[in-house]
């Protein structure tokens, strides 16, 4: 079993669409979250962390449920540009590794 | 947030050549971490670089195929050493994102194709 596993996608989409990402993750002791978005070629960046009350930023919310070791992300009113790669990132503070999911391909179209 | 600026962004080398990747950072970080990320993959960690010390590798990645120096608290740099196509991929440095409070910044990346 992979330790950060995520549906690869891809998740097609009309635009104003609201899609949810799902990810599980096996190492009950991990302590960080994160969602990071990867474009095409380019290198991943920081969407947002994840926190146990969940947390919102925008059209993104993301939840944490630690008994069930299972994050979230849901995307709102869906646009063109947030066509990407979305990653599920684990951190189990064990000198800072990090763990990422397979990443979530998302693509929206007008 | 921290700026890395890594080098080169690609490169094209023949087999059995090396091949050396460096990143620079605009702050002093204590770890710098080298990822690799197959074609169509996630990222899945080579090393992690401490300034004054080995390297510490993750399993199945060894030294004398991955040399990494850490001069200083604000540099390293990845050798891929005797290359194959296998090596083909982008590699990419990362340092905690101290400044931003969480999270982690990466490098841009160096597309690799060994061929």
């Known amino acids: 079993r992979k330790e950060v596993e995520q549906d690869p996608g891809p998740f097609n989409v009309p635009e104003g669409a609201t899609v949810a990402f799902n990810c599980t993750y096996s190492n009950s002791a991990s302590q960080s979250f994160f969602w990071y978005r990867q474009d095409c070629r380019k290198e991943p960046k920081l969407l947002m962390s994840v926190y146990s009350s969940g947390n919102e930023d925008g059209r993104f919310t993301a939840q944490l449920n630690r008994a069930s070791q299972y994050i979230s992300l849901l995307i709102r009113d869906s646009k063109l540009s947030d066509s990407a790669t979305y990653l599920c990132?684990?951190?189990?503070?064990?000198?800072?590794?990090?763990?990422f999911g397979g990443g979530t391909r998302l693509m929206v179209k007008p | 947030s921290a700026v890395i600026s890594q080098k080169p962004s690609r490169d094209i080398c023949q087999r059995g050549t090396s091949l050396t990747i460096q990143c620079q950072v605009d702050s002093q970080v204590t770890m710098m971490f080298w990822y690799r990320q197959q074609p169509g993959q996630s990222l899945t960690l080579i090393a992690t670089?401490?300034?004054?010390?080995?390297?510490?590798?993750e399993s199945g990645f060894v030294i004398d195929k991955f040399p990494i120096s850490r001069p200083n608290l604000t540099f390293s740099t990845l050798t891929v050493s005797n290359m194959s196509p296998e090596d083909s991929s982008i590699y990419l440095c990362?340092?905690?994102?101290?400044?931003?409070?969480?999270?982690?910044?990466f490098g841009s990346g160096t597309r690799l194709t060994v061929v």
């Open positions: 990362s340092v905690e994102d101290r400044t931003g409070g969480n999270g982690y910044t």
């Open positions: 670089a401490n300034q004054g010390s080995e390297a510490t590798y």
């Open positions: 990132v684990v951190n189990n503070n064990a000198g800072n590794m990090l763990t």
